[in-house]
């Protein structure tokens, strides 16, 4: 069993900014990697940023520059640092880690909720 659950997200104006956050806990043997997703109204789900075991990043082309993902010193917690933010990201964000609950199984997904985060214009 595990819990994913996402928070800091809101209503904020075009410009500022928001950060939300993310803790994993349950049965976990190690996590390969967390990512945020997002889902923007009426359209798919899309990889925002993802941050290995290993420090490394990548982050979709709309949000470079913008957005910084973060593991937090809490083991299984991650930060999404969402700066000069636009219209075009708001969307439901998701916390999506690669979990491996127990040693030599397979890593699977796990998703949160989801919070909301709507940009004003």
């Known amino acids: 069993q595990v819990q994913v659950v996402e928070s800091g997200g809101g209503l904020v104006q075009a410009g500022e900014s928001l950060r939300l956050s993310c803790a994993a806990s349950?049965?976990?043997?190690?996590?390969?990697?967390m990512a945020w997703y997002r889902q923007p109204p009426g359209k798919q789900r899309e990889l925002v940023a993802l941050?290995?075991?290993?420090?490394?990043?990548d982050y979709a082309d709309s949000v470079k520059g913008r957005f910084t993902i973060s593991r937090g010193n809490v083991k299984n917690t991650v930060f999404l640092q969402m700066n000069s933010l636009k219209p075009e990201d708001t969307a439901v964000y998701f916390c999506?880690?690669?979990?491996?609950?127990?040693?030599?199984?397979?890593?699977?997904?796990?998703w949160g909720q989801g919070t909301q985060v709507t940009v004003s214009s």
């Open positions: 349950g049965r976990i043997f190690s996590i390969i990697r």
């Open positions: 941050i290995t075991n290993g420090g490394s990043t």
């Open positions: 999506v880690p690669e979990i491996v609950q127990r040693e030599l199984e397979r890593a699977t997904d796990y």
